[in-house]
Structures are given as C-alpha cells and as structure tokens.
C-alpha cells in the first residue's frame, strides 16, 4: 500500500459505478450484496474501472469528516438540539403507542 500524506492527497476524478450505477449494492432477485465492482462504494473512475482501495478509504473518510463536522456545525445553532431532543421524544412516545398490542399490553411472545 502506498503512503501519501493527507496534505498533498488529491481526491481522483470519480463518478457513478456502471455496474450499479452508483448506488454501491447489488440487487439480485431474492437478496441484495455490496457491489463487488466499486468495493459497496459507488464510486468508479471515468472509464469505469475501480478506484484503488486506498483511493476509496481517503475519499471515504474526509466525506465522513466533512459530514461529522457539518452535523456539529448544525447543533451548535440555538434551539436544534432542543428540536432534536422534542423530536426523539415524540418518536419514543409515538413507537411505544404502537406497541400496545391486544388488551393495551405488549405482546410477550406467548
């Protein structure tokens, strides 16, 4: 495996797998699986040949990076997390509602 610092590491040119179209799983008649192709990831270069694993793990992690800090970003802003919060509990209430099976019990598995 080769060794590039992150600092002079530049993203290749990529676009949509062909065999999934970008999608990065492969949709068989009665199951589903990664595609083998991209590696599960969607991504191919423009001839359609796989990205280099080291590629992808790079690419992958800044997008996760960059999604991580956006996220943090959003919650800093006043009244998100407490709209958060209100919403996880709605939720929590909303599924517990529906749990509520024959004679308003939860159904135990008798």
Do not use: N
Not at 93 to 109: K, T
Request: charged content about 25%; glycine content about 10%; hydrophobic content about 25%.
């Amino acid at each position: 495996m080769r060794q590039v610092s992150q600092a002079e590491w530049v993203p290749p040119d990529h676009g949509a797998c062909p065999q999934c179209d970008g999608r990065g799983e492969y949709r068989g008649t009665f199951h589903t699986s990664p595609c083998a192709h991209c590696h599960g990831t969607g991504y191919a270069a423009p001839d359609g040949e796989a990205l280099p694993a080291e590629d992808l793990i790079a690419m992958i992690s800044r997008r996760r990076d960059h999604w991580r800090r956006a996220h943090a970003q959003l919650l800093r802003v006043p009244g998100v997390r407490e709209a958060v919060e209100q919403h996880k509990t709605r939720q929590q209430a909303e599924q517990e509602r529906q749990a509520m099976g024959y004679g308003s019990g939860r159904y135990q598995g008798d």
